[in-house]
Structures are given as C-alpha cells and as structure tokens.
C-alpha cells in the first residue's frame, strides 16, 4: 500500500510539473491579438498550415501586408509580420519545472532592432526578470573601453538584432551599428565593439557569457 501512494504521489508531482506545457506552435495559435493585433487565430492557423504544406503561400494581416511562418520547433517558432518585422517565439523551461515564453519582435529598417519580453503560457506579462539589456561598456573591446569618451560622442545608440540559439540555449545579439553610421565613422569606431553578445539561459535568467 505504501508503494502504490508513493507512485500516486509521484505521478501527481510529474503531472504538476508539466501542467504549463506548451509548444511554440500552440503559443502562436493561443496568443491574444493584443500580442499580434494585425492577426487574427483563423489567419495564425492558416499561416500553420501553408508552412506545414510547404507551401510559400502568405497570409494577409489587417493591413493587407504579407505574413508567413518560416520554421517551426517543439520550443521555437518564427514567422514574419511583414516585409520589415518579423517574430521569434521561443518556450524556455524554468528550474521549478514550468515553462515561459520569450518573444522577440524586430524591426528591420536599415538594420534588425530587436526587443524581447516574457510571458506565461496564458500569455500574462512577466516585467523586468529574465533578462536586462547590455550596458554600453558590454559592448566594448579593450580598446574600445579605454576609449569610452569617443564612442559616446560619434555612437548616439546601437542596433542590436536578437536571436534565441534553442540548441545551445543561447541568447545571441548581433552589433548593426555599421548600417547606422558613416563609413568613415564606423572604421574609426569598428575596433572598438565587440560584433556579437552571448547570454545563457539557466532555468532562471539570461547571463551574459563573458
């Protein structure tokens, strides 16, 4: 008897552990259009379904605009909104079982920007947890470093185009200050930026890999 109520109580712990379960696929069908205004669930299915097909086929969002899925994972889904936005959903598991997804938006103008957020898998918004951006010293070389007062006055901001690594549970963002400046501003500040940042996820936050 002692046996059989520790099985139950065992299959009730891995039952608990697994209720917030979600594919990246049920994320996008599931999500509200306060996440993705310009898509309605019948067009998020179809856009599914054309992917899944093979086919090239896109969808058109409320503003007439062409969108389609471009791959999708167990735990990462990507699609574009339109010619210059488009989105990652990634599923990251949490240390206490659960589950939460990330989503990042970028926007592609003469260069991606990304941002990325957080949320339950009833799509609530988790603020200010999992992930806080790079300071501008992250971003810069030794020299770079040594340097600081230039690059503030010749680099008003920085590009940074994010992607989820779901193999290597990485965080990767891209430095696309090039496009942003002149190309004899950029060559006197290149050396002194790091092109690429690296975060790991551990089950509780991204950490920079340093």
């Known amino acids: 008897m002692r046996q059989i109520i520790l099985s139950i109580i065992l299959i009730l712990g891995i039952f608990s552990m697994n209720v917030d379960a979600i ?6 069908v599931t999500a509200p259009e306060s996440v993705f205004p310009l898509l309605n669930k019948s067009t998020r299915l179809d856009m599914i379904d054309y992917f899944n097909s093979g086919s090239t086929t896109p969808s058109k969002n409320k503003l007439s605009g ?8 167990i735990n990462d889904l990507r699609f574009e909104m339109s010619a210059s936005s488009s989105y990652q959903i990634a599923i990251l598991d949490l ?4 589950e939460i997804i990330a989503l990042i938006e970028t926007i592609k103008a003469l260069e991606s920007d990304s941002k990325i957020s957080f949320y339950t898998t009833e799509w609530e918004k988790i603020d200010g947890k999992y992930f806080s951006e790079p300071e501008l010293e992250d971003w810069l070389t030794s020299t770079g470093k040594k340097n600081i007062k230039e690059v503030e006055a010749l680099v008003p901001f920085i590009l940074v185009g994010y992607e989820f690594d779901t193999m290597n549970g990485e965080l990767l963002l891209n430095n696309n200050i090039k496009s942003m400046l002149s190309e004899d501003i950029y060559e006197s500040v290149a050396s002194y930026f790091t092109p690429q940042l690296k975060y790991r996820w551990t089950g509780k936050q991204f950490k920079l890999i340093k």
């Open 23 to 28: 594919t990246a696929e049920q994320a996008f």
């Open 66 to 73: 062409n969108s389609r899925v471009t791959s999708i994972k």
């Open 95 to 98: 240390k206490d079982g659960k």
